[in-house]
C-alpha cells in the first residue's frame, strides 16, 4: 500500500460517488481503493481517520470496508474495522454516508458486518428522526436491503402489532441494536407516512476534523501559537516571559503523538527571504520553526541542518528545551543566500530514515540544482525518501515560481493546525512512519468512545493539534 499516494489522493480528488437511476455504481478511482484494502484493510480503514481527508474519499472508504468480506481476519482487526466504520458512520455529513450504504445495496453486498453498521446507521444516528423525515425511501431502501426484504417488513408488521420484544423480534432485527426502545420507535417511523419538504440534517454529528475558524485577515501572529510566541521573541519581545510558554505550546501540540521511531534529518532554509519583510517579517520562519519543534518533540531522533552560512553545519536536537534555544537563535541567522542541494547531500551523510526540506521554495544558489541533485540520487543509488514542505503566507499563496524540486514530493503549509495532516503525510515516506500512523489512528480511535460499539455517538473532539489526532502518547 503506497500511503503517500493514498494520503495524498484522499486530500485532492473530491470527485463524489454517483448512483444512477439504473442502479449503477460509478466512482473512477475504485481500483486505487480496492487494491489499497486488499493489500492492509486496517492500515486502509485507519487511513481515512487522517485529517484532512477528503469526506467523498471517506465516504469510498466505508463503502469498500463493508462491501469487503472479512473472512480470515481476527478478532483483534475486525474490531478495529467496527470500530472506524462507526466513526466514519457518524463522521461524514449524512448525504455522504447515506450514498455509501445506498451503494451497498446496488453491489448487493450482503455481510453480517454491514448489516449491523446499515442498522446502526438508520435506527442509531443521532438525527435519525429527522434523517427518517427527510430521507425515508432511502433509508427505507438501505434497512431493507440490509435485514432481507421479507424480514425488515416483517419486523415493522410486527412492531405495528405491539410487539416490543418477542424472540422473533430480537433475532431478526433488536440484536442488531444497543437501544432496542429507540429502534422499535424508529422501524415504526421507517414505515409510517412522511412529511413533504422536510429537511434533512448537513453536519455530521461527531466530525473526525475539528472545523477551526481561519482568520479572515491573516498576519504573522495569528498563524498557531506556537508561530505567533515565536514572533513577538524574534521581534525582541521580553524572552523571560516567552520562552516558557513557547515551550507550553510545542508540548501541548504534541501532546498525544505516538514518537517516531526512526530518524529524521530536516533541512531548515534560514535565508532572507525566510525572514521577509514588512508587516510580513518573520511569518514564513516562525511557522517554519514551529515545525522544527514539534519534529522535536514528536522523533526519537531529530537532525536539523541550516542553510545560513554563519549557521554550525550539523545540530542535534534531543530535547525541547534545546530546540526552544535554537528556535529562538534565528533571528540572529536569518539571512544570506538558499544552498538547498548542498544542505541535502550534508543531511544524507547523516543516514537518516527521511529527509524533510523546509523552504519558502526560493532557491538563489545555483537556481535548478536541488533539482539536479535529487535526479541524481536513484541513479547514485541513494533510496532515502526526501519530501519538500513549503512554507507559505496564507494558503492561497501562488507557488508557480516556488517549487524548487518539481520531482520531489511537495506540501504546503501555513497554519499550525495543518500539521495534524501535514506528519502523517510526511512519515508516511518512510518505514518507521507506518508504524507511527497506525499508532496514531488507533489512538484517534480509542478517544472516541462515542463511536464505538455500543452507544450513540455524541460530543466532539476537543485539544489543539486536531486534539493531537485524539490520542494518547504510546
Known sequence: MDIPTLLQHFRTHDAPLVLSRGGDLAWDDAELHR????????????????????????????????????????????????????????????AYAVTALLALRRLRVNHKHATRAVVAFVLEHPEADALIEARRSALVDCFE???????????????????????RLRRSLLRFSSEPAAAIGRVRALYAPGTYGAVAPQEPPAPLDQVGERPPIVTPTNRGDIAATLVHLYRGGPAAELRPALAGYVAEAARGLPRLAGHVAVVLD??????????REWAVMSQAA???????????????????????????IEAAEAAVETAEAVVEVAEGATDLAARLLDALDTR????????????NVLPGDLARVAATLPRAGVTTPVVL???????????????????????????QDDFAGLLPWLFGHCAPGRD???????????????????????????????????????
Open 389 to 415: 514542505c513549503q512554507a507559505t503566507f496564507t494558503a492561497g499563496d501562488d507557488l508557480s515560481l516556488r517549487d524548487p524540486a518539481p520531482q520531489l514530493p511537495r506540501r504546503p503549509f501555513w497554519h
Open 290 to 316: 514551529a515545525l522544527r519543534l514539534v519534529l522535536a518533540e514528536v522523533c526519537e531522533r531529530l537532525t536539523v541542518i541550516e542553510t545560513a552560512e554563519v549557521c554550525e553545519p550539523l545540530t542535534v
Open 352 to 363: 537518516p530514515d527521511l529527509v524533510v526540506i523546509v523552504t519558502d521554495g526560493y532557491e
Open 145 to 167: 436491503h440490509a435485514l432481507g426484504r421479507a424480514t425488515a417488513r416483517g419486523c415493522a408488521r410486527l412492531i405495528a402489532e405491539g410487539d416490543t420484544g418477542s424472540g
Open 436 to 474: 507511527w500512523i497506525r499508532t496514531a489512528m488507533l489512538s484517534r480511535l480509542e478517544a472516541r468512545p462515542e463511536d464505538g460499539l455500543e452507544g450513540r455517538p455524541e460530543g466532539r473532539p476537543e485539544g489543539g493539534l486536531e486534539g493531537r489526532l485524539e490520542g494518547g502518547r504510546t
Open 270 to 279: 534560514t535565508s532572507g527571504s525566510m525572514r521577509g519583510y514588512g508587516d
Open 35 to 94: 487494491s489499497a484494502r486488499l493489500s492492509d484493510p486496517e492500515g486502509y480503514a485507519l487511513l481515512a481517520l487522517v485529517p484532512g481527508a477528503l469526506p467523498w474519499q471517506r465516504a469510498r472508504v466505508l463503502l469498500c470496508t463493508l462491501a469487503a468480506s472479512q473472512d480470515g481476519l481476527d478478532e483483534r482487526t475486525r474490531a478495529t474495522l467496527a470500530k472506524v466504520t462507526r466513526a466514519l458512520m457518524f463522521g461524514l455529513p449524512p
